[in-house]
């Protein structure tokens, strides 16, 4: 079936090391994608997004890179944070109708220690 | 700006129950959505609004309801509240379907 899903559900750096969270989808019709912060008791926070005639898409310490040969979607975290501890989601649509709603993955959690 | 705003926090219903969560933005948002978080999974979609007027139903509607009451508001409602749907339940918000989605802080339901 359908699905958007993260290769591993746990990931623990160092304060400063590069982070690499990954999501693989299965739906080759889909055409944005978006990757989503949750800290704990809290919504998802939007971090990045990328639409599918691009390959890669640069924030402030954030890059996200699309593959979309084998349908692989990375989020990397440069010089990561303690605040950057949190459940991180992929999330993915298709179409370009008003009110598509997103299917998201089951997260990574990311856990920084200094 | 408020952003999405839920209400209420907290809720515990007794099976059989009914109760309506609320929403409401105040980004002049089109689209609202509400979806449902339990523990070590991703958020599925229950009901949608792409437009003032309109809602359709996401990947898990059964035993919910909506109501887009004005392009501020859409309510999500249960009419018979079910143990299987102690959850948290989040609403959000884009300005057009395709676009970024701001979510509201949620709602910790238990059913008992």
């Known amino acids: 079936g359908e699905s958007v899903g993260l290769h591993l559900p746990t990931l623990s750096v160092q304060e400063g090391d590069n982070s690499i969270i990954n999501c693989a989808y299965s739906?080759?019709?889909?055409?944005?994608f978006i990757w989503y912060k949750q800290e704990s008791g809290k919504g998802p926070q939007f971090i990045i997004d990328i639409r599918s005639n691009m390959d890669k898409r640069q924030g402030q310490r954030v890059t996200v890179l699309l593959n979309k040969t084998v349908k692989h979607l990375s989020l990397q975290i440069a010089a990561t944070q303690p605040g950057d501890s949190a459940v991180y989601f992929c999330a993915e649509t298709k179409g370009n109708q008003a009110g598509t709603a997103l299917i998201f993955g089951k997260g990574t959690t990311l856990s920084v220690s200094s | 700006n408020a952003g999405v705003t839920q209400t209420p926090k907290f809720q515990v219903l007794k099976t059989g129950q009914s109760m309506t969560l609320q929403c409401a933005q105040d980004m002049n948002h089109n689209s609202m959505y509400w979806y449902r978080q339990d523990p070590g999974m991703g958020l599925r979609l229950i009901y949608y609004?792409?437009?003032?007027?309109?809602?359709d139903k996401g990947e898990v509607p059964n035993g919910y309801n909506v109501s887009r009451l004005n392009k501020r508001e859409f309510s999500l409602r249960l009419e018979s509240a079910a143990p299987s749907q102690t959850s948290v339940y989040f609403c959000?918000?884009?300005?057009?379907?395709?676009?970024?989605?701001?979510f509201g802080p949620g709602t910790r339901l238990t059913v008992t």
């Open positions: 959000a918000s884009s300005a057009q379907g395709h676009d970024e989605q701001y």
């Open positions: 739906n080759s019709a889909s055409d944005y």
């Open positions: 609004s792409a437009s003032e007027g309109t809602t």
